[in-house]
């Protein structure tokens, strides 16, 4: 549950960041508006439970990856570079996320 809301606060970062883009009218800014606080309260939540180095690394992976994907889809360009270098993030990514120690709020007389 604590990584869910990393990935979803990643997901709305993917939402807003490629929303930058098209955003046009006042209605596509307040729904881009409302998906970047949306992105960052999930991610301050996130904070409390997991170390923030590794929730802010995995928040940024998710949401580089996802805005190139969703660029490639929506018809920019892209290279078999910059797809290596993809697959290398993502691999930091996965690595931050498995090494991590998760907190034992339990030692800390914490419920």
Not at 52 to 68: H, Q, S
Not at 97 to 102: A, D, R
Request: overall charge neutral.
């Amino acid at each position: 549950m604590k990584w869910m809301l990393v990935f979803a606060a990643g997901i709305l970062e993917v939402l807003w960041a490629s929303g930058l883009k098209y955003a046009d009218s006042i209605l596509d800014w307040t729904i881009t508006t409302v998906l970047i606080a949306a992105s960052f309260i999930l991610l301050i939540r996130s904070y409390k439970v997991i170390p923030v180095a590794a929730a802010y690394t995995v928040f940024v992976g998710i949401g580089t990856v996802g805005t190139y994907i969703l660029g490639v889809i929506m018809g920019e360009p892209f290279s078999v570079t910059q797809v290596f270098f993809l697959v290398i993030l993502l691999a930091g990514i996965i690595g931050m996320k498995t090494f991590t120690k998760q907190e034992n709020t339990e030692a800390r007389g914490e419920s």
